[in-house]
């Protein structure tokens, strides 16, 4: 049994050449397609390795075991989901705050491309090894970046206490979480996201 205090070792090999980095993609690609086809009895290194085109023997080169690749490809779906945040914070005006707010909230919920069965096991991978700090941290930077780059249009500085960008965050990203762990309808729903918008535009505003 894995012990979720320890650091969980992730890659077995570090991909650092083209052709390793094309094998991870491929893997972490045929580990979308088996889970967002909700495939559970195939999710095994076997049919991944199968899938991706790739032998057990190369997989295993990269990661220990299945639980490791779910937890590489969260990860790396964060980055991505805010390394695309941060492009589009540095290329939007922030004149209209109303517009600004409803891109980040089209961001948030077209993250992980989109793949939401696929979205909600990646989540809950990394509450079970107890990483949830893997998604805190990164939104917090992020909400940070947002704020900085409203002083800058503004001239004016805004300054949120840890406790209340912990709070922002978490009413933010928990609603999305949790309607990505419940499936529910509300994804697809124009006015939830409408009401994600609001929620947003009201800790902008009052602050």
């Known amino acids: 049994m894995e012990n979720k205090s320890q650091p969980i070792d992730l890659y077995r090999k570090k991909p650092k050449q083209f052709r390793s980095e094309y094998r991870i993609d491929l893997i972490f690609e045929a580990t979308a397609q088996i889970l967002q086809?909700?495939?559970?009895?195939n999710f095994t290194t076997n049919a991944i390795a199968e899938v991706a085109g790739?032998?057990?023997?190369?997989?295993?080169?990269?990661?220990?075991?299945?639980?490791a690749i779910l937890l590489s490809m969260a990860k790396r779906e964060l980055a991505i989901v805010c390394e695309q945040i941060?492009?589009?914070?540095?290329?939007?005006?922030?004149?209209n705050e109303?517009?600004?707010?409803?891109?980040?909230?089209?961001?948030?919920?077209k993250a992980f491309g989109g793949r939401q069965k696929?979205?909600?096991?990646?989540?809950?991978?990394?509450?079970t090894h107890g990483l949830l700090s893997e998604l805190q941290q990164p939104t917090e930077k992020v909400m940070q970046e947002i704020l900085a780059k409203r002083a800058e249009y503004s001239g004016k500085l805004f300054q949120l206490s840890p406790l209340k960008l912990y709070v922002m965050t978490n009413s933010l990203m928990g609603v999305i979480?949790?309607?990505?762990?419940?499936e529910s309808a509300y994804l697809q729903d124009?006015?939830?996201?409408?009401?994600?918008?609001?929620?947003f535009l009201y800790f902008l505003q009052k602050n």
């Open 37 to 41: 086809q909700e495939r559970k009895a």
């Open 54 to 67: 790739v032998s057990v023997g190369t997989l295993y080169q990269y990661f220990p075991n299945k639980n």
């Open 86 to 95: 941060i492009k589009m914070i540095s290329t939007q005006a922030f004149e």
């Open 98 to 109: 109303e517009n600004f707010a409803k891109l980040l909230i089209k961001q948030l919920l």
């Open 118 to 127: 696929m979205r909600k096991i990646l989540l809950k991978a990394l509450i």
């Open 177 to 182: 979480r949790t309607a990505v762990l419940e």
């Open 190 to 199: 124009e006015q939830f996201e409408r009401e994600l918008v609001d929620l």
